[in-house]
């Protein structure tokens, strides 16, 4: 069993939130510490004890956030959510951070364009298509899909390629646990997503101005994939996915910058080769298909070095340095072993 001691990166004690519905959040994490698990397949460990690892979700803990219209079942899901050793004891960014300031290009460019412009984006009926070096393809409805997924509470920071960063407890279930199920082939060596593609629901698909091409498309290594910290969001504070923040399914990936965590996921495709990612074709000396968080390698136009924790103003814009694979080196800096991560940014 391995027990994880305290790295540089974690954080102390008293940043954790202090408002009330975290109260009984706090005594979790700080026994719980940051990260514990040894590898793929592998139990997560952790300091607290059998009752409070085994509590089921304590939704009054988000009593005050908002449940957005969704789909009956899909708020009974998210309601199942427990808590998981995947967490970081770091202050959480407010709810209306969090649902407020949101790049999604295909309801606009300005940060609060997703939330005004999503307000009726319909996610029921949702279907995700399944295709590839798979054994199990299909069009899954989402209800099929989610139906043997344990739901679980994350808490990872978000680093976005603009400099800034949140924390956000989302809610969903592992993405190695679901491509384990689908049985990706021997050939499958990539993970590519798509997310819908609709102008009628989506004004910023339809726009002549836009900097990109639709539908959006991102992917992982299958290593990248399967590896435990990658993550499938249906919920966020304990309730469903708002539109804007990529309802009703997302991925999740914090040791990369946001842009590769794709919102609305309609396909899932397992192929041999390195798929053409929507950035990466869009402005490939400044967006590469990796998009590891890597505070050394600067942007184009900007540093990488430090970012701007949300929520921030002119007067206090709370920055902080940024860390290696977003701090979770630990855990994913094996998977580019020899790799020039100059080259492969």
């Not at 899909?74 to 050793?85: G, H, I, P």
């Not at 639709?214 to 249906?234: Q, T």
């Not at 309609?266 to 080769?273: A, G, H, S």
Request: hydrophobic share 35%.
């Amino acid at each position: 069993m391995l027990i994880k001691t305290k790295r540089v990166s974690d954080v102390s004690s008293s940043e954790i939130t202090s408002e009330s519905i975290y109260q009984q959040r706090r005594e979790f994490l700080k026994k719980s510490g940051q990260f514990a698990f040894a590898g793929l397949g592998l139990a997560l460990t952790g300091c607290s004890d059998a009752s409070e690892k085994a509590a089921v979700s304590a939704t009054s803990d988000y009593q005050d956030i908002p449940q957005l219209p969704a789909s009956e079942w899909l708020k009974e899901k998210v309601a199942t959510y427990k808590r998981s050793d995947f967490v970081t004891a770091e202050k959480l960014t407010p709810y209306a951070n969090v649902t407020q300031y949101n790049n999604f290009y295909e309801f606009g460019y300005e940060k609060t364009d997703p939330a005004d412009y999503a307000k009726d984006f319909v996610t029921d009926p949702w279907s995700v298509v399944i295709e590839g070096e798979v054994e199990k393809p299909g069009i899954y409805h989402l209800e099929d899909l989610l139906r043997p997924e344990a739901m679980e509470e994350r808490i990872y920071r978000l680093r976005c390629v603009e400099a800034w960063s949140m924390v956000i407890p989302w809610v969903g279930f592992s993405l190695a646990a679901m491509l384990k199920r689908l049985q990706p082939t021997s050939k499958a060596k990539f993970v590519e997503f798509t997310t819908l593609y609709d102008p009628k629901q989506m004004p910023g698909q339809k726009s002549p101005f836009s900097a990109i091409q639709y539908p959006y498309v991102e992917g992982l290594r299958i290593d990248e994939a399967m590896n435990p910290l990658s993550f499938m969001a249906v919920g966020v504070y304990g309730k469903t996915l708002p539109p804007q923040n990529g309802a009703p399914i997302r991925l999740v990936v914090p040791w990369k910058y946001g842009f590769k965590s794709i919102k609305s996921i309609v396909k899932i495709r397992f192929i041999e080769t390195m798929p053409n990612t929507t950035w990466a074709l869009s402005a490939p000396g400044e967006y590469g298909f990796y998009a590891n968080v890597n505070p050394n390698v600067s942007h184009p136009r900007w540093s990488q070095a430090s970012e701007r924790r949300l929520p921030a103003t002119l007067l206090s814009p709370n920055r902080r340095d940024t860390l290696m694979f977003n701090g979770y080196a630990d855990e994913v800096a094996h998977l580019y072993k020899g790799m020039d991560l100059q080259r492969f940014y």
